[in-house]
């Protein structure tokens, strides 16, 4: 998907798949935990497929004549969210057509929409954004949308108020991917809005002709849509958006994730965009600073602008550094983006043994979680092309494609598991949106996967090994409430650990805001150092494992 007289992606179609192309002020750490899991035949986790007895009865639909445009084949996302604090995951499906789905923590869903009003609101829904912009306790969901998008209030988990006048949420052009980010010491989460390309009915062309077959148009046709930023003023959010001549963005946004990457005490946001350079914000003193290109992240390894979906970050390796991956287009390599520190990034998707694994898929969403506990971050990606009508120009294409799962072999190598992990990864789908979480509070991390041309996968992580584990739910005084954007380091005499607190990342999605932490071999108990988004630094000491706890910043431990 390269800007030029004939981008990569047309190029490609054109002849029928003929062409390849070749491929901080936090310390380091060691850089293990417990043993890893070596590659084998087997897979080190597996999943089972369950949407149905769940309980969940859901398929999004394309509507209207074939062949798709592009907006058509955008697709939609997914979350992971606790909406009634009952501990027990709930589960939101966002199209046209809404559907919220109580968990009762023991793998049975219970379809909620209408109790809670979400079948009253109407707009063409794409994803969604999770975290509790008012600090009553209850997160909250913003909905974004082509031509709308919808802050709900969660009105203390018994139902949702669109708040989006009131608060100064206006409709945008084309919303994709979206953001609760706190930017400052406030205490107030601020949010961050993708929008993608200027299009309508009455925008040329709405199809393209490849070799005589006729498929969705890639975004260069089509002149850019920006991001907007709105602070959190408490009452009302300020459109904060740099004016668009500023050049702060490039535009085309289609995924964004945030984090302090650098230990700066500032969260930055990374921007996926499409045939665009990515962005890398930083944000200080009210002002935005684009630093992707001396970061080393706006462009592939090769140098040339890319498509951009999907992306979240991660310290894969263990050094005490959060990475960054990027989903792409077929025939580009899925970028993983190793923090070298100094605030410079180097792409090690082909050492990795990634890239050859997913050239050949469209890569939407990304996500980093450690699926068998052993103190790895694994990695999947959702695979689906944007024109229904690909496999006319390129016999070796495919409208639906499986997903793309891989085991993390101690930080040097990825190997690809997607056939043994579950059937379901390698069933051709329209992959799309992604959430992670563990819904029945097991200590194994599960998956919800959009199919953006039929049902949802609820993946059910049936792992069994003797790795251990810890779940930490944060809860913030002097930062928000949800605790977003800390960073902890977990230490046991075996090394260190960093995660982030996020929901955030993959594609048009949120997931569990509780931080997940896989510990291999280690049963004994950890110590955990939180630098919460408000500046304040706490520790919290032997802290026992296997369990899901709450620590408060202030440095209680209330469960």
């Given at each position: 998907m390269r800007r030029c007289e004939l981008s990569r992606r047309d190029l490609l179609l054109l002849l029928g798949g003929g062409l390849t192309m070749g491929g901080c002020s936090l310390s380091r750490h060691i850089s293990a935990v417990g043993t890893g899991a070596p590659a084998k035949a087997d897979a080190p986790f597996h999943y089972e497929e369950v949407t149905q007895q769940a309980g969940i009865r859901y398929r999004w639909a394309v509507p209207g004549p074939r062949p798709l445009n592009i907006l058509q084949t955008i697709g939609n996302g997914c979350a992971f969210l606790d909406f009634d604090n009952d501990g027990n995951l709930d589960i939101l499906l966002v199209g046209p057509q809404l559907?919220?789905?109580?968990?009762?923590?023991?793998?049975?869903?219970?379809?909620?929409?209408?109790?809670?009003?979400?079948?009253?609101?109407?707009?063409?829904?794409?994803?969604?954004?999770?975290?509790?912009?008012?600090?009553?306790?209850?997160?909250?969901?913003?909905?974004?949308?082509?031509?709308?998008?919808?802050?709900?209030?969660?009105?203390?988990?018994?139902?949702?108020?669109?708040?989006s006048a009131d608060m100064g949420i206006p409709p945008q052009p084309w919303g994709s991917s979206a953001a609760f980010v706190q930017l400052t010491h406030d205490g107030r989460l601020d949010l961050v809005i993708g929008n993608y390309v200027r299009f309508g009915p009455h925008v040329n062309p709405q199809l393209c002709n490849f070799n005589g077959v006729m498929g969705a148009c890639g975004p260069r046709y089509y002149k850019p849509e920006y991001p907007v930023f709105f602070k959190n003023e408490g009452n009302r959010f300020q459109n904060i958006t740099p004016p668009i001549s500023s050049?702060?963005?490039?535009?085309?946004?289609?995924?964004?994730?945030?984090?302090?990457?650098?230990?700066?005490?500032h969260q930055s946001i990374a921007i996926a965009n499409d045939e665009m350079p990515g962005d890398l914000l930083h944000f200080s003193e009210g002002v935005f600073h684009n630093v992707a290109s001396i970061a080393g992240v706006a462009l592939d390894s090769e140098g040339h602008v890319h498509a951009g979906m999907g992306l979240d970050w991660g310290d894969y390796d263990n050094d005490g550094r959060l990475d960054l991956v990027v989903a792409t287009f077929e025939r580009e390599v899925k970028n993983i983006y190793h923090n070298e520190g100094s605030g410079l990034f180097v792409d090690k998707s082909t050492l990795l043994g990634v890239a050859p694994s997913v050239m050949r898929y469209v890569a939407f969403a990304a996500k980093w979680l450690d699926a068998d506990n052993d103190g790895w971050l694994d990695l999947i990606f959702t695979n689906g092309h944007v024109q229904d009508t690909i496999a006319e120009v390129d016999k070796t294409a495919s409208y639906r494609q499986p997903c793309a799962v891989f085991h993390n072999e101690q930080g040097t190598h990825f190997t690809e598991v997607t056939n043994v992990a579950s059937?379901?990864?390698?069933?051709?789908?329209?992959?799309?949106?992604?959430?992670?979480?563990?819904?029945?509070?097991?200590?194994?991390?599960?998956?919800?996967?959009?199919?953006?041309?039929?049902?949802?996968?609820?993946?059910?992580?049936?792992?069994?090994n003797t790795h251990h584990w810890l779940g930490i739910l944060l809860e913030g005084t002097q930062s928000n409430r949800d605790?977003?954007?800390?960073?902890?380091?977990?230490?046991?005499?075996?090394?260190?650990?960093?995660?982030?607190?996020?929901?955030?990342?993959?594609?048009?999605?949120?997931?569990?805001?509780?931080?997940?932490?896989?510990?291999?071999?280690?049963?004994?108990?950890?110590?955990?150092?939180?630098?919460?988004?408000?500046?304040?630094?706490?520790?919290?000491?032997?802290?026992?494992?296997?369990r899901y706890v709450t620590l408060r910043e202030g440095g209680q431990r209330i469960a």
């Open positions: 559907a919220l789905y109580k968990g009762d923590g023991k793998g049975g869903f219970t379809e909620v929409t209408q109790d809670l009003g979400l079948h009253k609101l109407k707009g063409d829904f794409r994803g969604c954004a999770v975290g509790d912009f008012d600090n009553d306790g209850y997160v909250d969901v913003y909905l974004s949308a082509y031509r709308g998008g919808a802050l709900l209030h969660n009105e203390g988990g018994k139902s949702f108020l669109d708040v050049g702060v963005t490039s535009g085309k946004a289609l995924g964004i994730a945030c984090a302090d990457y650098d230990g700066s005490g059937p379901a990864f390698a069933r051709p789908i329209v992959g799309r949106g992604l959430a992670v979480g563990d819904y029945d509070n097991d200590g194994r991390v599960d998956i919800l996967i959009v199919d953006s041309e039929g049902a949802p996968l609820l993946m059910h992580n049936i792992t069994t605790g977003l954007g800390a960073l902890l380091i977990i230490e046991t005499s075996q090394g260190r650990l960093l995660h982030h607190c996020h929901t955030d990342g993959s594609y048009q999605s949120a997931s569990d805001k509780r931080v997940h932490v896989g510990l291999g071999d280690w049963n004994g108990p950890v110590n955990i150092k939180v630098r919460w988004p408000s500046g304040h630094q706490d520790t919290f000491a032997q802290i026992p494992v296997d």
